[in-house]
């Protein structure tokens, strides 16, 4: 058996590599290198992401997670010669959100990939304030909202799926609440998948897979494990075996699932976009440490 976590390479190690499996995790991470637990300083973060953009490895997305109240702070880490493509966090409200897509149109240095946002726990009372919010964007700027994992998450997906925008999965955090069980992820992968309607995840998906982490006691779900358990989904094998590929430990069966589920022509990517990780680095290591990445000569 093949545990990822225990195939980590140096801190800071960014191996150039050769995407396999039928593309399975091309464009699968999203650099979220400002928030816990690596929490990189801007100017730390920009330059990562500045040398990841150079490196261009087929498992990042190349998307920039940056909270809307802090992109001037990103801007003025900018040269004149840098492109990000930024992910924006907002809270969904109509002039914060209009306010922030105005600045990141005004600077030829930066380029709205998406929208992210959670969506208001009272969002049912008042939905066009949230439909009002995602309208400031651009016809080709996809929408991600937060939904609730305990309670309310099919209406909260049908809402989604009516207004034509995706969801986000929250699989961990900074305390051990922020979490869910693997019933709870089981649930919302399968009412997303009913429902046509895509994902990204968010927060606790540090490796490949599942693992309990010492320092902190938490036990992380794997993103592997994720796609794993989505491929089942959309292969119609239903909420229990969703939920066991989430529960699995076994680094070499989900390797050996995930190439299944791109030989089949499962399209797993087409409802798990991608991921959010705070380190760039880890998710390559795991994968090559799994096999499902093949690095070449730097």
Known sequence: MVNSSSHRSPAGTLPTTVAESGGLVTGLVDDAGLFPPEELPMDRAVARHRQDLAAASPVLSHRFICPALRLDELRSQLTAGDHFEVSMISALVPDAVAAAVTAIDADPRLSLA??????????????????????????????????PLSGGVGAAVRFL???????????????????PAAEQLATAIETCVAAGVAFKATAGLHHA????????GFTHHGFLNILVAVGRSVAGRGPD?????????????LVAEARTIAEAGVDARGTFLSYGSCSTADPINDLIGLGLLTPTPA
């Open 161 to 179: 799926a009516d207004q034509g925008w995706s969801a986000k999965i929250r699989c961990g955090g900074v305390r051990t609440e922020l979490f």
């Open 114 to 147: 998406a929208l992210e946002g959670v969506l208001p726990t009272d969002w049912a009372a008042d939905p066009n304030r949230v439909i009002a919010a995602v309208a400031a964007l651009a016809a080709d700027v996809p929408a991600y909202l937060e939904i």
């Open 209 to 216: 897979v599942r693992y309990r982490d010492p320092a902190t």
């Open 241 to 253: 075996a969703v939920g066991q590929a989430l529960l699995s430990t076994d680094g070499d069966a």
